[in-house]
């Protein structure tokens, strides 16, 4: 008996320290996105010479031991990680038009150290975050381009992490980049991350579209579950340049 009350206070503390300093570790950098993105466009020049709360986040990774978290905290946290990676490696190489700038082979360099793990942006998305089944991922994780999904002024928390995907998914349907409807012709234009991904969303293209229909506007979803058999999809060319300056 007293054996297991000392464990389950180790556990515990353990719990509170980890939570102590992940929240400090995070409030700078989170400092620093508000600072430095403005209305979606993101100020790399400026962020190049001011990254203390970046660099602080990349060090706080490195104590993290991922076996230990949450499903929520797990999925959070390495959509924080991912993200943050691709803003170091942006501002570490800047100015660059777009992220294939900084090498070909971008996505697959081992840059980011979870727990001691050297981790590329691949081995996250593809690894981690795609087999956690939650298709909203890509929604979150933000590959440095105009064309992927707009990179958020707040971190991802566990304990929001629903509300805070769903908003994601929610606002890149209703950009341009993301979905277009095109009712008169019956066509429904998706970015390519929808046709990179598609099993993610759905095995055929009916499921990707009720999938995608639960984050759109009541009249949009009405419209797409109507004629779900019938619409044609295209894609949208993806825009790689930087998504700032």
Sequence with gaps: MQFNKLASAAIFFAFMVF???????TEKYEEELKSFIISDYIDYKNWSKEHDGLDEYAEFLKTVELDSLSENEFKALLIN???????????????????????????????INIGGRMLSLDDIEHNYLRKTGDCRIHFAIVC????CPDLSSEIYKA?????QLDAAARKYLSQSKGMVIERESSVVLLSMVFK??????????????????????????????ENIETVMLRYIEFDWSLNGD
């Design 144 to 147: 440095g381009s105009k064309g």
């Design 196 to 225: 990179w991904f598609g099993p993610d969303f759905g095995e055929i293209e009916a499921e990707r579209l009720e999938v995608l229909s639960q984050y759109l506007p009541d009249d949009q979803a009405g419209f797409v579950r």
């Design 159 to 163: 304990e929001s992490l629903e509300e």
């Design 19 to 25: 939570s102590f300093n992940s929240w400090a570790s």
């Design 81 to 111: 990680a991912y993200n943050a990676g691709m803003i170091r490696l942006i501002i570490q190489n800047y100015p660059i038009e777009g992220v294939f700038d900084i090498v070909p082979e971008v996505f697959e360099q081992k840059t």
